[in-house]
């Protein structure tokens, strides 16, 4: 299971640059003009994980096999937005298609580069792309509770279920609250999901300093970090102009780029970091002769549901999971090491399955 992150912004604030330095590819054109991605353009990425390397060394597999992210490059919202200003509807709708939103701030000074609105405020961008997003919902609930109301009146339940949920957001987002501050019982959960509701979706602060900011962020970046604080949300640091640099650069070059600009690792593993726990996400590990392989999943997944990621079959015809930790693998050297210090374990259906996880599934059929 991988996800799917839509970046946004208003247009000139670096997120085709930074999307092209994420996806190390120039598919996303990187102009100074608003509009210049036209079609969301979509990368996939592998997730650095260098656990995977350990294992894969330990078990002598012949291929490495990383979890995969999604970025969507969206182009960018302008105000009006939800009222079809720009290219508003049709961003609109893709980003309704991801899992999580990376909001892209501009936190840098760059006369060069011309601002839609004219001035450097990453906290009135950010309220700006939140606005149109609420219009946006508020149009939509609108809309489906008027096309409700026949079903309504005769009873379904699945219909007064939905108007309830629609009804709720609408509450909400008419005092000026996005849709993910509502809390939602275990019972309506997959309703709510159902809604797809833009305001719903799990919002990640990106802010895009300049090259000298990269390492410890400037003041704009901080005042971004104090607001997501407020919201609940998570924030991270990152200039897109390091990150193109590091894109064209190989792998032991890229590494002595980041230690003189004082940087422990790339913007892209921040990144990824902060989505996954954004979205309550943890990684297990397959690992034999052939390839050592990452699976991604949610937190508190159990067993079964954890094998289903492999193929369907494995959930179906669950048996149970030999498991072994991660620290544990490494410290016996591979599976027969674990088993002789006592960490090989047999688990059943209701095991919830942890983060670094290395397991094999037992299925019938």
């Not at 350990?54 to 078990?59: D, E, N, Q, T």
């Not at 019972?187 to 833009?198: F, G, K, N, S, V």
């Not at 300049?210 to 704009?220: D, F, H, K, L, V």
Request: proline share 4%; aromatic share 6%; net charge negative.
């Amino acid at each position: 299971m991988g996800f799917k992150m839509g970046i946004v912004g208003l247009p000139n604030v670096g997120k085709s640059t930074l999307f092209n330095a994420l996806t190390r590819t120039a598919a996303a054109q990187a102009a100074n003009f608003p509009f210049c991605t036209i079609e969301p353009n979509v990368g996939e990425v592998a997730v650095p994980d260098p656990r995977l390397e350990v294992l894969a060394k330990i078990a002598g597999s012949k291929q490495i096999i990383p979890t995969r992210m999604t970025f969507v490059d969206i182009a960018g919202l302008v105000r009006g937005a939800s009222k079809g200003e720009g290219l508003g509807n049709q961003f609109l709708a893709n980003i309704r298609e991801c899992d999580a939103i990376a909001h892209v701030l501009r936190c840098f000074e760059d006369g060069d580069i011309t601002h839609v609105e004219g001035r450097i405020d990453p906290i009135a961008d950010a309220e700006t792309i939140e606005t149109e997003l609420m219009l946006a919902d508020l149009d939509s609930i609108q809309r489906r509770r008027a096309n409700l109301a026949r079903k309504l009146k005769g009873g379904d339940k699945e219909s007064l279920d939905q108007d309830r949920l629609l009804a709720v957001a609408e509450a909400a987002l008419n005092q000026g609250q996005p849709a993910r501050t509502i809390k939602v019982s275990d019972d309506d959960a997959r309703a709510w999901r159902l809604l797809q509701l833009l305001t719903a979706k799990p919002v990640l602060y990106v802010c895009n300093v300049e090259e000298a900011s990269a390492a410890s962020g400037n003041s704009q970046s901080a005042r971004v970090a104090e607001m997501a604080a407020r919201q609940g949300a998570a924030s991270v640091v990152i200039s897109a102009r390091i990150e193109e640099e590091l894109a064209q650069l190989p792998p032991e070059e890229a590494a002595i780029f980041l230690e003189e600009m004082g940087l422990h690792e790339a913007g892209l593993d921040r990144l990824i970091r902060a989505g996954h726990e954004l979205l309550g996400l943890q990684t297990y590990f397959t690992v034999g002769p052939k390839e050592a392989r990452a699976w991604t999943i949610a937190k508190g997944t159990l067993a079964p549901q954890a094998a289903g990621v492999i193929h369907g079959d494995f959930e179906k015809g669950f048996i149970r999971s030999e498991t072994v930790a991660y620290e544990d693998y490494v410290a016996g050297n591979g599976e027969a090491g674990a088993k002789e210090a006592g960490k090989f374990r047999v688990e059943g259906k209701t095991y919830e399955v942890q983060d670094g996880d290395v397991l094999h599934f037992l299925f019938s059929g």
